[in-house]
Each structure stands twice: as C-alpha cells, then as structure tokens.
C-alpha cells in the first residue's frame, strides 16, 4: 500500500511538474519565436463532443463550442502529463522516482509525441501527424520538440520531487 501511494505522489508531482515546463516552453516560444501554443479550449471542445459520440472533426475550430471547454482541455492537459508520468514510473519502476535519470525521462517524453500525431490530430481535422496542415514538417518538428522538452520537464520535476516522496 504504501508503494502505491510513493507511486501516485510521484506520477502527480512529477506529472503536474513535467507539465508546467511544457507550458513554460510554449510561453518562450510565443515570445522568442512567435510561435502561438495549442489552444487547449480547444482539446475541451474535442473532449466534449465524445459525450455525443464524435470521434472526429473535419477541423476542431469549426465545430461548436462545448460549455467549459477551456477548463475541460486545460484540466485534461495536466492529467494526460500526470498519466505519461506514471507511464514512466509504470515502465522503469519507484526506483527511477527514487533517483531520477535522464534517457528514462526523455524516452517518455519522446515517445508521448505518438498522442498529438496518432490521435489528438487526426481526431482534431490536422490528419496523422499534421499532414492536413499548411506545414506538416513544421508542425511536426514543433510537436517533437514540445515532446522532447516535457521529457526534460519529467527528469527536472521528478529531481524536485523526490526528496518530498523520500523522507
């Protein structure tokens, strides 16, 4: 029991931390490069549609707005970072909460690009992996490094979580 909750305390810790570093890097890149980040409300408004059955939009923007969309996308937003971090822990143990590591972390990260480019997109009007896009290859790249910096943001979060989970 008590190696579940170690478990929990550091998927959200760690989740939530991960997270925080993406959003923190789409703020950068809106500033530097000009860049705008997902529109979350707009993940909410895909979310809200599957109550009624609809998997897919010919593109998210156009489809009518959900109530509660922007709370609904931005909550499931953390939570999704939440599950990728227990997906780490799930696959390299407590141990890697105990003494976080980077290539565990960055696999995670990396790899959590296969949401955006084999679901969310397509499920969003952009196609697999933004190839109904203006720019598919910019668009890839961004989502890649997006990925690659929340696989960073799992190493630096689960580094300041875990002298809190192992006291």
């Known amino acids: 029991m008590v190696e579940a909750a170690e478990f929990v305390a550091s998927a959200v810790l760690t989740g939530i931390g991960a997270t925080v570093v993406m959003d923190i890097w789409g703020m950068v890149r809106?500033?530097?490069?000009?860049?705008?980040?997902?529109?979350?409300?707009?993940?909410?408004?895909?979310?809200?549609?599957?109550?009624?059955?609809?998997?897919?939009?010919d593109r998210i923007a156009a489809s009518p707005q959900v109530v509660g969309e922007r709370v609904i996308g931005w909550t499931a937003h953390y939570l999704i970072g939440i599950?990728?971090?227990?997906?780490?822990?799930a696959i390299f143990g407590l141990d890697w909460?105990?003494?976080?590591?980077?290539?565990?972390?960055?696999?995670?990260?990396?790899?959590?690009?296969?949401a955006p480019f084999l679901v969310m997109q397509?499920?969003?009007?952009?196609?697999?992996?933004?190839?109904?896009t203006p720019h598919p290859w910019a668009a890839r790249?961004?989502?890649?490094?997006?990925h690659t910096v929340f696989g960073i943001g799992l190493y630096a979060a689960g580094w300041l979580a875990h002298p809190f989970l192992n006291s």
Request: charged letters at 10%; aromatic letters at 4%; glycine letters at 12%.
């Open 83 to 89: 599950g990728f971090a227990g997906v780490l822990l």
């Open 30 to 57: 809106k500033r530097l490069l000009g860049i705008p980040s997902l529109d979350y409300a707009l993940v909410g408004r895909w979310l809200g549609h599957l109550v009624s059955a609809r998997l897919r939009h």
């Open 141 to 146: 790249l961004q989502s890649l490094v997006t």
């Open 97 to 114: 909460a105990r003494q976080p590591t980077i290539a565990p972390a960055l696999m995670v990260g990396i790899g959590s690009v296969a």
């Open 122 to 132: 397509p499920a969003m009007g952009a196609g697999i992996a933004a190839s109904r």
